[in-house]
């Protein structure tokens, strides 16, 4: 059983700065594409960014500029750095990744838990 834990979430000012990380646990074969998501209240989940496994790196129009995507596959993680913050940016933010485990050839996904982030005006 995979399981992906986010961390980093909390309450911050506007133009603030906040850290997100989410590592993968469980037994993995790889990880594909890693990426965030965020629901606001009363809103659908929503594409943050997403990274691939060598690195390309994608961002909602909102985000781009002030939020950066990262991973590091040696420990199955995958970050986000959210700088610049905005009231709008207030949501529960959902780590994914595409995990392929052994004996099963396609990909699934994963999801976390949700960890949210509070941006006060």
């Known amino acids: 059983q995979v399981q992906l834990v986010e961390s980093g979430g909390g309450l911050v000012q506007a133009g603030g700065s906040l850290p997100l990380s989410c590592a993968a646990s469980?037994?993995?074969?790889?990880?594909?594409?890693m990426g965030w998501y965020r629901q606001a209240p009363g809103k659908q989940r929503e594409l943050v960014a997403r990274?691939?496994?060598?690195?390309?790196?994608d961002y909602a129009d909102s985000v781009k500029g002030r939020f950066t995507i990262s991973r590091d596959n040696a420990k199955n993680a995958v970050y986000l750095q959210m700088n610049s913050l905005k009231p709008e940016d207030t949501a529960v933010y959902y780590c994914s990744a595409k995990v392929v485990v052994p004996g099963v050839p396609l990909p699934k996904n994963a999801w976390g838990q949700g960890t949210l982030v509070t941006v006060s005006s």
């Open positions: 990274i691939t496994g060598g690195g390309s790196a």
């Open positions: 469980g037994i993995i074969f790889s990880i594909n594409a």
